[in-house]
């Protein structure tokens, strides 16, 4: 396989995987907004509630927190002070988003492991009212530490093997900038909808 052929089935992969991730985080998001919602309906209108609101709606957001963070990472939104990269030389530019990468990819480690040992002392541990266990929301940090590693050498590998141009090479990316991607690939899919 090329080296062309295999950029492009790793983005066709990279794009699956965000899809996947922005679905799994509206759903969630969802789900939370209905059961905290419909608790506080039922509490005033009725004198009642949904017993397991309180404890599902926790859990669920912070599932929802660490998988934004995934999802952050893999579209280089997090914040982050790029000036020093920004003014750097392309060499000095790229080394400093390896090292970056690698004390990253230090902490998914500890996400990984930390995450394991909490989930494991945990499994016994249950909600009162879910009555499911309490590895539930340590799992978390595994599912983080493992999407972190996959995002962090992505960009590595993007960073060292793929062509760029200056301000592509950064370690996060403007608002403006992200905006302005959005907005043409929105443009560029209704342009497709039209010609078909």
């Known amino acids: 396989m090329k080296a062309g052929e295999q950029h492009a089935l790793l983005a066709r992969a990279a794009r699956g995987a965000v899809r996947t991730l922005e679905t799994v985080i509206v759903v969630n998001l969802a789900i939370m907004a209905i059961l905290v919602f419909g608790n506080v309906v039922l ?3 009725f004198n ?4 397991i609101s309180e404890e599902l709606a926790r859990l669920l957001f912070v599932w ?3 998988l ?7 579209q280089r939104a997090h914040i982050g002070f790029d000036t020093l990269v920004k003014n750097a030389p392309r ?12 004390l990253m990819l230090s902490g998914c480690v500890i996400f990984l492991v930390g995450g394991w040992h909490q989930t494991v002392i945990n499994l016994d541990n249950t909600y009162p009212v879910l009555g499911i266990s309490y590895a539930w929301l340590y799992a978390v940090a595994m599912v983080f530490g493992a999407g972190m590693l996959v995002t ?3 960009n590595i590998w993007s960073t060292l093997a793929q062509p760029h141009t200056d ?4 370690l996060t990316k403007d608002i403006g ?5 959005k907005m043409a690939e929105v443009s560029a899919g209704g342009d497709r909808k039209k010609t078909e």
């Open 91 to 102: 060499t000095l530019k790229k080394i400093l988003i390896v090292i970056t990468g690698a």
């Open 167 to 170: 301000l592509e090479l950064t």
């Open 48 to 51: 009642s509630g949904i017993a």
């Open 43 to 45: 509490r005033y209108a």
């Open 152 to 154: 962090v050498s992505y």
């Open 68 to 74: 934004g963070a995934i999802l952050a990472s893999a």
């Open 64 to 66: 929802l927190i660490f």
């Open 177 to 181: 900038d992200r905006i302005e991607e």
